[in-house]
């Protein structure tokens, strides 16, 4: 199954600029923002998270695959909010793609 998330650009930019810093960033708490993808059917969906670490190692993102609410797969943590999500699970492929918004429509 396949789903795409369409973030505006400057939302893009403002994630990732927080992915590189080195240590927690005051003045958010341990979530900074949260970005669901639904598949169809709606059973399945991915949270994209922008984690904010602790002192030794900043802001991360955490991706999860759910089923119904309940939790079944995680990726490894990553440090850049676009690109391709991949989750194996149960012989079945679950893809988010997160691109750039065209905003111009």
């Not at 708490?29 to 991915?46: D, K, M, N, Q, R």
């Not at 904010?52 to 119904?68: C, I, K, R």
């Amino acid at each position: 199954m396949k789903a795409e998330l369409f973030i505006p650009q400057k939302t893009i930019d403002e994630m990732n600029e927080m992915l590189l810093q080195k240590s927690r960033i005051d003045g958010y708490g341990e979530l900074i923002e949260t970005f669901t993808a639904c598949f169809p059917g709606g059973s399945y969906e991915v949270d994209i998270k922008v984690v904010n670490g602790d002192e030794q190692s900043g802001p991360y993102v955490d991706a999860v695959l759910f089923e119904d609410g309940n939790e079944l797969a995680v990726l490894e943590p990553g440090d850049n909010i676009c690109g391709e999500y991949w989750f194996w699970l149960g012989g079945e492929s679950y893809e988010v793609i997160i691109s750039p918004a065209n905003e111009n429509l």
